[in-house]
């Protein structure tokens, strides 16, 4: 079954957005294999922020996504890598639409509450990033 990563930043940590982000995804259908409240290190931020190194706004990605508590998932599902995409909307929040997750709480492309990962490759490496497979659970034979 395919996995995804997702991770609420610390701004929809801070704004209690955890629990209505978690409810969507189960709502949805998807199953929740794995899920941890972390402070981030610098050095874990800028390997899995890795790919955005060269980009003027890589320091404040930094900054931003270890200024406090994330909460990192793995959630698991059909085509979850994408559905999972389009429930957050666009990366930019100017052209997420409502109805989205960050259509419906988010202002700014910084502070855009959720990160999910982009492709099966990503999926995989930031799983493998944030979390040891005896971390995640496997339920969905039982159901
Ligand atoms: P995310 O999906 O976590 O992946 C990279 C992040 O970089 C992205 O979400 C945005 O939050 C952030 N980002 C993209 N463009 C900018 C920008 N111009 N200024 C600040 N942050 C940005």
Redesign the pocket.
């Known amino acids: 079954m395919e996995r995804t990563f997702l991770?609420v930043?610390p701004d929809g940590v801070q704004r209690n957005l955890i629990g209505e982000i978690v409810a969507r995804f189960e709502k949805k259908g998807f199953q929740l294999v794995g899920g941890k409240l972390m402070l981030i290190t610098r050095e874990l931020a800028e390997q899995h922020?890795g790919e955005?190194k060269e980009?003027?706004?890589f320091g404040?990605?930094v900054d931003?996504?270890t200024s406090g508590p994330v909460f990192a998932m793995v959630w698991e599902g059909e085509n979850v890598i994408a559905t999972a995409r389009l429930m957050?909307g666009a990366?930019?929040p100017k052209e997420s639409a409502p109805g989205t997750i960050r259509g419906d709480y988010a202002v700014?492309?910084?502070?855009?509450i959720?990160?999910?990962s982009?492709s099966p490759e990503s999926a995989v490496r930031e799983i493998g990033l944030f979390f040891k497979e005896e971390e995640l659970v496997s339920y969905t034979k039982l159901i």
């Open positions: 991770m930043k922020y955005h980009r003027p706004f404040e990605l931003f996504i957050m990366t930019n700014t492309v910084g502070k855009n959720i990160h999910g982009d």
